[in-house]
């Protein structure tokens, strides 16, 4: 309940304050590539329950047409606007709004699609007894995963043998440590990344 009241607090007051930054990235983004602002995705939420996260849209209109859902380096399927975004992770500022409605948390393990959950059902089945998170032990380590996947051979191959069952494992190691302060100092690093 007490994180639950810190979401629902600092997500409010996020929208209230960073609206202006939200309102420019829309703008930007719509002035310099078709399509809309944000970009809906599915993702297996708490409970195996899913919902469609919220982001900005980085990629060119049915990118998912284009190439597969791994984004791997300098992927040309970025938009110019996008890539700023992304660097800066400013595409990430719409998932507010799912943590305000309750479908992530501020901290907790990030939310996969539906596919990749399937291939570790059993693992999932643990980690979705808590609401995903917009931050987590495995976003700070993967803070650059798409230029480390645009160092593979086979990204998709490299993400799901490798890279999923190591955030797997941090997942439940941040679950394991799961508190207010763990979740504070969690958001603080993360905040200090950013800056970066």
Known sequence: MMKR????????????????????????????????ALYRQQRMGLNFQSFDILKFRTMVVDA????????????????????FLRKTK????????????????????????????EMFRDDYAELLKVRPGITD??????RHESELLGESENPETTYVQEILPDKIVLA?????????LFDLKLIFKTVLRMAE
């Open 5 to 36: 009241m810190f979401d629902l607090l600092v997500s409010f007051c996020g929208l209230l304050l960073l609206w202006p930054v939200l309102l420019v990235s829309a703008v930007l983004i719509k002035l310099t590539s078709a399509g809309p």
């Open 64 to 83: 998912h047409k284009l190439g597969g859902q791994i984004t791997a380096g300098r992927d040309p399927r970025i938009t110019s606007v996008g890539h």
């Open 90 to 117: 400013i595409d990430e500022l719409p998932q507010l709004i799912n943590v305000f409605k309750g479908e992530m948390s501020f901290v907790g393990p990030r939310p996969e699609v539906p596919r990749y959950v």
């Open 137 to 142: 032990i495995a976003s700070l380590k993967y």
């Open 172 to 180: 439940k190691e941040y679950i394991r440590r799961s508190s207010i």
